[in-house]
């Protein structure tokens, strides 16, 4: 058996929460495998919203076991305050022991830092999550299964915090602190790859997810303007333990426009009364800030190179329906001089109710047929609207 994998293909924020929520109620497992709780997948069912930072979406499927990767650095307190909202999660939700801890220092120094650049700033988050890592990869990052030992734990991140400028908490609080983690968390503490090739080979259905984008991976990515963890496809072999042989299906997750939060580069971005609105009807803000998003039109070079990048099999196109109301949609199909090249399309009056692709108008539909053909990916579900139901198989 192979697990199969969500992955964003633009800067993040696609959608890829109402996606793998829709997905999970088929799969027996869900992962997520890289990123903090600096990323957010919202979920609407039935009118409730539901914002996710850590626990993967499969956790809306009562049948479904969540487990939370190796390549996922995490809050203690974000975790756990995201954990209260679904009641007893024990056996529903496995957090690999190996997961590095995000620290009261952490946040502190990378709002500093960001603070110290003014107008070279990346736009982080500022919570913490590219210090987590940098101290990952210097080999002097703090894990879940070091809170089995409080003492030692309590004493590394009074140094941590001095190491690194940071006042810590006094002692007496800190300590409690560390005990309650331990008290609350290790119970979930698991080695999470030993768990995912159990299931494989046990014929059991996965699904890993990542956060953030293709757009924001460290290495493929708008570099420096990026995130501080492999967001693609790849991302899931190292943030989980399973080989590149045990990827099964890949599925992309796009806009039907462009997003992106903070500071870089966004060639199609609308600095005008059309990313206004277009922001304004995809009620685009920060799942976890507030942040309004950048808005503009669909890439398809950049959706292109991503679907190359992942080895995409299908896309996933979300947030069709923003565009009701729209009398033209353009889009980027190529540069020229570095300046990007639009196509226009007619737009529609509205997509309410349409749960099949014959229902589309067919103005949407010689849009979404378009994409497909110049991406050159089959675009083989389609958003159109918030809510679980609004959603198009093809």
């Given at each position: 058996?192979?697990?199969?994998?969500i992955?964003?293909?633009?800067?993040?924020?696609?959608?890829?929460?109402?996606?793998?929520?829709?997905?999970?109620?088929?799969?027996?497992?869900?992962?997520?495998?890289?990123?903090?709780?600096?990323?957010?997948?919202?979920?609407?069912?039935?009118?409730?919203?539901?914002?996710?930072?850590?626990?993967?979406?499969?956790?809306?499927?009562?049948?479904?076991?969540?487990?939370?990767?190796?390549?996922?650095?995490?809050?203690?307190?974000?975790l756990?305050?995201?954990?209260?909202?679904?009641?007893?999660?024990r056996?529903?939700?496995?957090?690999?022991?190996?997961?590095?801890?995000?620290?009261?220092?952490?946040i502190?120094?990378?709002?500093?830092?960001?603070?110290?650049?003014?107008?070279?700033?990346?736009?982080?988050?500022?919570?913490?999550?590219?210090?987590?890592?940098?101290?990952?990869?210097?080999?002097?990052?703090?894990?879940?299964?070091?809170?089995?030992?409080?003492?030692?734990?309590?004493?590394?991140?009074?140094?941590?915090?001095?190491?690194?400028?940071?006042?810590?908490?006094?002692?007496?609080?800190?300590?409690?602190?560390?005990?309650?983690w331990?008290d609350?968390?290790?119970?979930?503490?698991a080695?999470?790859?030993?768990?995912?090739?159990?299931?494989?080979?046990?014929?059991?259905?996965?699904?890993?997810?990542?956060?953030?984008?293709?757009?924001?991976?460290?290495?493929?990515?708008?570099?420096?303007?990026?995130?501080?963890?492999?967001?693609?496809?790849?991302?899931?072999?190292?943030?989980?333990?399973?080989?590149?042989?045990?990827?099964?299906?890949?599925?992309?997750?796009?806009?039907?426009?462009?997003?992106?939060?903070?500071?870089?580069?966004?060639a199609?971005?609308?600095?005008?009364?059309?990313?206004?609105?277009?922001?304004?009807?995809?009620?685009?803000?920060?799942?976890?800030?507030?942040?309004?998003?950048?808005?503009?039109?669909?890439?398809?070079?950049?959706?292109?190179?991503?679907?190359?990048i992942?080895?995409?099999?299908?896309?996933?196109?979300?947030?069709l329906?923003?565009?009701?109301?729209?009398?033209?949609?353009?889009?980027?199909?190529?540069?020229?001089?570095?300046?990007?090249?639009?196509?226009?399309?007619?737009?529609?009056?509205?997509?309410?109710?349409?749960?099949?692709?014959?229902?589309?108008?067919?103005?949407?539909?010689?849009?979404?047929?378009?994409?497909?053909?110049?991406?050159?990916?089959?675009?083989?579900?389609?958003?159109?609207?918030?809510?679980?139901?609004?959603?198009?198989y093809?």
């Amino acid at each position: 058996m192979q697990a199969d994998l969500i992955v964003g293909i633009q800067w993040g924020d696609e959608g890829k929460g109402k996606i793998v929520d829709l997905l999970a109620q088929k799969y027996d497992y869900v992962v997520r495998y890289q990123g903090g709780h600096n990323a957010g997948h919202t979920i609407v069912i039935d009118g409730t919203k539901y914002a996710l930072h850590l626990i993967p979406s499969g956790v809306l499927n009562p049948k479904a076991i969540n487990v939370i990767g190796n390549g996922v650095v995490i809050a203690p307190d974000e975790l756990l305050k995201e954990m209260a909202q679904f009641g007893d999660l024990r056996d529903r939700l496995f957090i690999s022991e190996h997961a590095h801890l995000i620290l009261d220092c952490h946040i502190a120094f990378d709002r500093a830092k960001e603070t110290s650049l003014g107008g070279k700033a990346i736009g982080t988050t500022g919570c913490g999550i590219g210090p987590a890592y940098a101290d990952k990869i210097s080999r002097v990052g703090l894990r879940l299964c070091d809170l089995r030992n409080e003492a030692v734990m309590l004493e590394a991140i009074i140094a941590r915090g001095g190491q690194l400028g940071i006042a810590v908490q006094d002692k007496a609080t800190l300590k409690a602190c560390v005990s309650r983690w331990a008290d609350q968390l290790l119970p979930f503490a698991a080695n999470a790859t030993d768990i995912l090739w159990d299931a494989l080979d046990r014929n059991k259905k996965v699904l890993l997810e990542g956060a953030q984008g293709t757009l924001l991976d460290i290495d493929h990515g708008t570099y420096p303007f990026v995130t501080s963890s492999s967001t693609v496809a790849a991302g899931a072999c190292t943030g989980t333990g399973l080989s590149p042989k045990e990827i099964g299906k890949v599925i992309g997750i796009a806009k039907a426009y462009c997003t992106r939060v903070g500071f870089g580069p966004f060639a199609t971005e609308q600095i005008n009364t059309t990313g206004d609105r277009l922001r304004t009807q995809g009620d685009e803000f920060g799942t976890t800030t507030g942040r309004p998003r950048r808005c503009g039109w669909f890439d398809v070079p950049l959706a292109k190179h991503a679907c190359r990048i992942n080895g995409v099999d299908e896309l996933a196109l979300m947030k069709l329906d923003v565009f009701d109301g729209f009398h033209m949609i353009e889009v980027c199909t190529k540069y020229e001089n570095n300046r990007p090249v639009y196509k226009s399309f007619a737009g529609w009056k509205s997509l309410a109710g349409c749960r099949s692709f014959d229902d589309l108008p067919e103005p949407a539909k010689v849009y979404v047929l378009a994409l497909e053909e110049m991406i050159g990916t089959k675009i083989a579900l389609i958003s159109t609207g918030a809510d679980r139901n609004d959603t198009i198989y093809r």
